[in-house]
């Protein structure tokens, strides 16, 4: 793609780092994994952060540290990445779809306090597109219903609400560093938590369930999900830049809505929310597709993901139900979340990093304006 949709951003410093660990005898496990977690930690405002191999794998623990397993039911979106749902069912946690609402794409509240049951332990809370969840009322039902309140900050960092991070919501938070999120690890991820003995669970968790310096000591089934010091050494001096590579993105999402604002056919994401700041990961335009059904939309949008491609642009959509996928939906009852449904099936994620030009942007929505007029999306 002449215009990719992400790419990262990695500075001469960063290439430094990274080869100045290449030179030390300490591949693992040494003073860079601690320099990271430490720079995480004093961002976020959590004393424990835990560097782990991926999102994903932080999301795992997080449940496993939780004591979350089979007869639990967890409340989780079903429009976001499946890394959230996956981690729920590797422990055998039965993941209960929940229904999002239309401006933010966020978990809706009152959808929320539907789907509780008495085997509702926890609330899955994903900070969409880095846009913050409404934590105040989810935690006044998670406080009422006394469940866990498991944070998916992937897609997130830096995002606030209520003047603090995501991340310091819940009894567990986790951030993610693939290759296009905010900030790279290459594959990456972190869990920050306030609970010390949740952090020291994780911790041997990560490590194969050591609890001390004996390498051949296993207090219980652990797994390798450590992050290598190659890895944090690039973290750390990516989470130097962090909030001028959040300034930047945010310049991206006002000039993309500056460009389409006066687009009739085109849904643009809220900009400003009266309680929260926006850690900007993706930009997600939806399609207005009026009167059309969800699959007639989708052959739409389809179809302007197909111009564009031709024009050169990298696009995608973000995201695909998790309830629809083969590996949830031929499990038990099928389950309609029309509101997920509809968004899923018009949404168009634009191309959107760090260093993307001005001049990029404009094309891009000059190319989109016009792949609306010939799809003739109204
Ligand atoms: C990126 C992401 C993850 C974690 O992904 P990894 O590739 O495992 O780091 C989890 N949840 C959401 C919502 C994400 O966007």
């Given at each position: 793609?002449?215009?990719?949709?992400?790419?990262?951003?990695?500075s001469d410093a960063e290439i430094d780092a990274v080869t100045a660990v290449?030179?030390?005898?300490?591949?693992?496990?040494?003073?860079?994994?601690?320099?990271?977690?430490?720079?995480?930690?004093?961002?976020?405002?959590?004393?424990?952060?835990?560097?782990?191999?991926?999102?994903?794998?932080?999301?795992?623990?997080?449940?496993?540290?939780?004591?979350?397993?089979?007869?639990?039911?967890?409340?989780?979106?079903?429009?976001?990445?499946?890394?959230?749902?996956?981690?729920?069912?590797?422990?055998?946690?039965?993941?209960?779809?929940?229904?999002?609402?239309?401006?933010?794409?966020?978990?809706?509240?009152?959808?929320?306090?539907?789907?509780?049951?008495?085997?509702?332990?926890?609330?899955?809370?994903?900070?969409?597109?880095?846009?913050?969840?409404?934590?105040?009322?989810?935690?006044?039902?998670?406080?009422?219903?006394?469940?866990?309140?498991?944070?998916?900050?992937?897609?997130?960092?830096?995002?606030?609400?209520?003047?603090?991070?995501?991340?310091?919501?819940?009894?567990?938070?986790?951030?993610?560093?693939?290759?296009?999120?905010?900030?790279?690890?290459?594959?990456?991820?972190?869990?920050?938590?306030?609970?010390?003995?949740?952090?020291?669970?994780?911790?041997?968790?990560?490590?194969?369930?050591?609890?001390?310096?004996?390498?051949?000591?296993?207090?219980?089934?652990?797994?390798?999900?450590?992050?290598?010091?190659?890895?944090?050494a690039?973290?750390?001096e990516?989470?130097?830049?962090?909030?001028?590579?959040?300034?930047?993105?945010?310049?991206?999402?006002?000039?993309?809505?500056?460009?389409?604002?006066?687009?009739?056919?085109?849904?643009?994401?809220?900009?400003?929310?009266?309680?929260?700041?926006?850690?900007?990961?993706?930009?997600?335009?939806?399609?207005?597709?009026?009167?059309?059904?969800?699959?007639?939309?989708?052959?739409?949008?389809?179809?302007?993901?197909?111009?564009?491609?031709?024009?050169?642009?990298?696009?995608?959509?973000?995201?695909?139900?998790?309830?629809?996928?083969?590996?949830?939906?031929?499990?038990?009852?099928?389950?309609?979340?029309?509101?997920?449904?509809?968004?899923?099936?018009?949404?168009?994620?634009?191309?959107?990093?760090?260093?993307?030009?001005?001049?990029?942007?404009?094309?891009?929505?000059?190319?989109?304006?016009?792949?609306?007029?010939?799809?003739?999306?109204?």
């Amino acid at each position: 793609m002449r215009i990719s949709l992400s790419a990262p951003d990695i500075s001469d410093a960063e290439i430094d780092a990274v080869t100045a660990v290449l030179r030390t005898r300490q591949l693992s496990l040494g003073p860079k994994l601690a320099e990271f977690e430490q720079a995480i930690a004093a961002y976020t405002g959590v004393p424990h952060a835990v560097a782990v191999s991926s999102g994903t794998a932080g999301l795992h623990l997080c449940v496993r540290a939780l004591g979350l397993g089979e007869g639990d039911e967890v409340l989780v979106p079903s429009f976001t990445f499946i890394a959230a749902v996956n981690a729920l069912r590797y422990e055998r946690v039965k993941p209960v779809f929940v229904e999002i609402e239309e401006k933010t794409l966020n978990l809706d509240i009152a959808a929320l306090e539907r789907a509780i049951t008495p085997q509702t332990r926890a609330i899955m809370v994903v900070h969409t597109f880095g846009c913050p969840a409404d934590m105040d009322r989810i935690r006044v039902l998670a406080d009422r219903h006394h469940l866990h309140i498991i944070e998916d900050a992937c897609e997130a960092i830096g995002a606030e609400w209520d003047g603090r991070r995501v991340g310091t919501f819940g009894n567990a938070a986790v951030y993610a560093f693939y290759p296009n999120k905010q900030i790279t690890t290459g594959e990456g991820g972190c869990v920050v938590t306030r609970d010390p003995a949740l952090a020291a669970r994780v911790r041997s968790l990560r490590n194969q369930g050591r609890t001390g310096d004996d390498w051949f000591d296993h207090a219980e089934l652990g797994y390798n999900y450590r992050l290598s010091e190659l890895a944090c050494a690039l973290g750390v001096e990516q989470m130097k830049r962090l909030p001028a590579i959040l300034d930047r993105r945010e310049t991206i999402a006002r000039l993309y809505a500056r460009y389409l604002a006066d687009e009739p056919g085109l849904i643009l994401p809220p900009l400003d929310l009266p309680n929260g700041c926006i850690s900007w990961f993706v930009y997600v335009v939806r399609l207005r597709a009026e009167g059309l059904d969800d699959l007639a939309a989708r052959g739409l949008r389809d179809a302007v993901l197909r111009h564009l491609r031709c024009a050169g642009i990298g696009c995608g959509r973000y995201f695909a139900p998790v309830h629809l996928q083969s590996c949830y939906s031929q499990r038990g009852p099928a389950v309609s979340l029309p509101v997920t449904q509809a968004q899923a099936a018009r949404t168009v994620a634009l191309p959107f990093f760090n260093h993307i030009a001005a001049e990029e942007v404009a094309e891009v929505c000059t190319v989109l304006r016009e792949a609306l007029q010939v799809c003739a999306v109204g």
